[in-house]
């Protein structure tokens, strides 16, 4: 079964960079069926989009936030990362990566999750 | 894009049966199909239902979906209900490349 896991620090200064990796175990980025995505729920809050990659490097994000998020891939390593520029305490939330699935060329849901993990922005 | 907006909360008593509406501020519900998530407290989402009223391998029957074009709004739902349906639950949907999340449901199972 497939296992997505977040590793990264946990706590990040304000105007600083924010930057977690998702490791895919039992299963391969490369994958032509899926994009790779990282989602944030702020503490109590609701779920939020961020971006979505594919194994190709092919991105795109939230455009609410699109300015300062880059995610990327590592192919060699089954991994994909997200960096977030100009933190505040608004981006204070737990980070969830996942994988996305598609059929047809078309987005279907997201099917796997990983744990979450939380990153506070305090100096 | 446009916007989901879901009820705060609702809640039931076990074995009845509730209804999660979702409603669409612009464009056709019927545009772009809609999912549900389930979120237990501390832990992740999972999926309950896709393309409007699709049921996942492994998730009971009781959970269903479905949109009405006259209202512009998804619906979920649970039958039967048990107190272990009690969670937050998150409509999904797409509008070009973004994916858009409601702003979730508390149900509460008393």
């Known amino acids: 079964q497939l296992q997505l896991q977040e590793s990264g620090p946990g706590l990040v200064k304000p105007s600083g960079t924010l930057s977690l990796t998702c490791t895919v175990s039992d299963g391969s980025i490369s994958s032509s069926s899926h994009y790779w995505v990282w989602i944030r729920q702020p503490p109590g809050k609701g779920l939020e989009w961020i971006g979505s990659?594919?194994?190709?490097?092919?991105?795109y994000y939230n455009p609410s936030l699109k300015s300062r998020v880059i995610i990327s891939v590592d192919v060699s390593k089954n991994q994909f990362s997200l960096k977030l520029n100009s933190v505040t305490a608004a981006d204070t939330a737990v980070y969830f990566c996942?994988?996305?699935?598609?059929?047809?060329?078309?987005?279907?849901?997201?099917?796997?999750w990983g744990q979450g993990s939380l990153v506070t922005v305090s100096s | 894009n446009f916007m989901l907006t879901q009820p705060h909360s609702v809640s039931e008593s076990p074995g009845e049966t509730v209804t999660i509406s979702c409603t669409r501020n612009s464009g056709s519900i019927a545009s772009n199909y809609v999912q549900w998530y389930q979120q237990r407290p501390g832990r992740a989402p999972s999926i309950v239902i896709y393309?409007?009223?699709?049921?996942p391998s492994g998730v009971p029957d009781r959970f269903s979906g479905s949109i009405d074009s006259s209202s512009n709004s998804a619906s979920l739902t649970i039958s039967g209900l048990k107190t272990e349906d009690e969670a937050d639950y998150y409509c999904q949907s797409y509008d070009n490349s973004n994916r858009l999340f409601g702003g979730g449901t508390k149900l509460t199972v008393l």
């Open positions: 393309e409007d009223s699709r049921r």
């Open positions: 996942a994988r996305e699935k598609w059929d047809l060329l078309r987005f279907v849901y997201f099917d796997y």
């Open positions: 990659t594919y194994y190709t490097g092919s991105a």
